[in-house]
RNA sequence: GUGGUUGUAGCUCAAUUGGCAGAGCAUCGGAUUGUGGUUCCGAGGGUUGCCGGUUCAAGCCCGGUCUACCACCCCA
């Protein structure tokens, strides 16, 4: 290797023009689906206060962010998230906020881990949040905006679907195991996120710790294996029953109901069968407050592509006011591998619109007719060398596969006129009369 | 941060037990087609990821390191 490193840093990724076309595709199919929800994009700095992250999420959260001091000696970040940011912002104007309020943006974000398939250390994420609706019809609506746009790539339900679970339920069936504090609320909720990449025993192992009782470890493992094969509102119901009968039921059924209005919802916007009751889905819990659900392609049990949830004490830990709110957010990492294997992105589209070539001679009035094309809005190559003959260029304009070749011979350009060519048609046409031409 | 796998031209890959680093595609140039992508000829491009060790001799064996990938940790 001679001179400077030729790779970009570890976890992050050049964009060449193919790269970044798919990129563009990305961005430009999720800035359209946004808008059709009636979401406004907004923006925020790239950087932050280091606090804005640790206040959220805890110091620990320092690890995983690229952290350093300004010359001012301020601590701040790259931001690793865009929630919040969003909060920062909404929270000047909270008084005042005109409910809901619909925002999404796009953006790149960074966070500092080992790079692995479908996390980089530098992604970009669409991120969508309805703030001021407390209504599970707000989760619905979030919900299928997320799903909306899966599909606007061309991905069908045999590609993706939506778990959907609550962490409200799961407080719940905690408290009737008599867990209520937020510690050991936290520690279980832990457990149960590492549920299925543990053996039982091991699992039984740290229950046993948590209870101090290893009968009632027992019967929380066998009865939560039951709850996490629920799908059905009547399933999880008769969980509460048969297996709890500690249960505050008035409770459940208060959070059954809010769930089917919410499962109704989806019906009405038609999509509920992309989404499946699934209280397997704990990641995340520690920070939202109700629903949760998370995007996964079928078939490889890759990352997640999409994951969000109700979060309402957020603006109050934050900005000290209280303030319903849910949002979701979507990488591009996961997204733009499952569109290259289903091989959803459109076709190259960066064939220009014409080639000029032209004898030297008349190299003037064909930069001339260059410059009037692309005044009206078409894109044009010519040859910059200016030594290429007629034929050189020719191969060269061929090689590049435009709309159009116009050709300026001197025999031509003497009458006042062009040669264009195109896939299929050839004709001799008045030079002035060109751009009107191509416009048809 | 821990453990494992990996790396040869821009891309896809060759190179017998350790024995002169190659091909196709791509790029650039030339010839031909006096205005067509073809065809033909040629060129550039590599300290075999990097550093060290063993050896008369290392792409190949050994150690380290980096990257990518995989499993952990984490996943906002």
């Known amino acids: 290797m001679k001179g400077i490193e030729r790779e970009p840093l570890p976890g992050f ?3 060449e023009p193919a790269d970044c076309a798919q990129r563009n595709f990305i961005f430009n199919q999720w800035r359209s689906v ?4 009636g979401y406004e994009e907004f923006d925020g700095p790239i950087v932050e206060a280091l606090v804005l992250f640790t206040q959220k999420s805890g110091p620990e959260i320092v690890e995983q962010l ?15 998230e865009m929630t919040p940011s969003l909060v920062r912002m909404v929270g000047k104007r909270l008084a005042t906020l005109k409910r809901p309020t619909k925002w999404f943006n796009i953006t790149e974000q960074f966070r500092y881990e080992r790079p692995q398939k479908g996390r980089l250390r530098s992604f970009y994420q669409f991120n969508a949040d309805i703030i001021g609706e407390s209504s599970s019809a707000a989760d619905a609506e979030l919900i299928a905006l997320a799903i909306a746009t899966f599909q606007k790539f061309g991905l069908k339900k045999e590609h993706f679907h939506v778990r959907l679970s609550d962490r409200q ?7 009737a195991f008599g867990v209520n504090q937020e510690q050991e609320v936290g520690a279980l909720l832990g ?11 091991s699992i039984q192992e740290d229950l046993t710790a948590s209870f101090k009782d290893s009968t009632k470890a027992t019967l929380f493992l066998n009865t939560t294996e039951v709850l996490r094969k629920a799908r059905t509102l009547d399933a999880i119901r008769e969980c509460f029953h048969n297996c709890q009968p500690s249960s505050d039921m008035e409770a459940l059924e208060q959070r059954l109901s809010e769930l089917k209005v919410l499962l109704q919802e989806l019906e009405s916007l038609g ?5 499946t009751l699934d209280l397997t889905i704990v990641r995340g819990l520690a920070y939202y407050t109700g629903f949760v659900f998370e995007v996964f392609g079928n078939g490889d049990q890759g990352r997640a592509l999409a994951g969000g949830g109700r979060y309402d004490h957020l603006f109050e830990k934050l900005v000290g006011q209280p303030m319903p709110a849910v949002g979701f957010a979507a990488g591009d990492v996961t997204l733009t591998d499952l569109l290259r294997k289903q091989t959803l992105f459109p076709p190259d589209q960066s064939a220009v619109d014409c080639y000029v070539v032209f004898e ?11 410059q009037q094309l ?52 050839e004709q001799i046409v008045d030079l002035k009369s060109l751009p009107e031409y191509l416009k048809q």
């Open 169 to 175: 339920l799961w407080v719940l069936w905690l408290k």
């Open 66 to 80: 690229f952290a350093f001091q300004d010359k001012g000696e301020r601590a701040i970040a790259l931001r690793p």
């Open 271 to 275: 999509v509920r069968d992309w989404v």
């Open 191 to 201: 457990i149960l996120d590492k549920w299925e990449r543990r053996s039982p025993e």
């Open 360 to 370: 030297q001679t008349e190299r003037q009035r064909a930069l001339l007719l260059a």
């Open 34 to 37: 946004a808008h059709t929800f």
């Open 13 to 15: 990724r050049d964009f």
């Open 374 to 425: 692309r005044a009206a809005g078409f894109s044009v190559l010519y040859s910059l060398d200016l030594q290429k003959d007629l034929g050189k260029q020719q191969k060269k304009a061929y090689a590049d596969d435009p709309h159009y070749v116009i050709t300026l011979t001197h025999e031509l350009v003497s009458q006042a006129k062009a040669q264009i060519k195109g896939a299929e048609s």
